[in-house]
């Protein structure tokens, strides 16, 4: 099994800690829930040697959703859910830096 990559201090992110660890947020939107999962404090690059290939959200060790990435895409992943969850998990897999997840 991978490495997951964590923040050692999630409130003084470092060093790659800043363009990976995702940073998420749910906004009631509707009927359901916007999940927004921006890649990095400060935005992972996107270029074809270096790059995010894919975000996924969990609710504790639930699977809820994942969206697929290539150098092209932003660092950002949008979800919309019909229940907010719990305890919201966000990984991301940098190609070059492994799998990162939030606190």
Known sequence: MPKLNRAKDPENLV???LTHVPQAAVAAEGDGYKVTVSVGKNPHAMEIVHFIEYVEIFDDETFLARQDM???SRPMAV???K???E???AKARCNTHGEWTNP
């Open 15 to 17: 060093d790659r800690e």
């Open 79 to 81: 979800f919309h859910l």
């Open 83 to 85: 229940q907010r969850p």
């Open 70 to 72: 290539t150098a092209d």
């Open 87 to 89: 305890r919201l998990v």
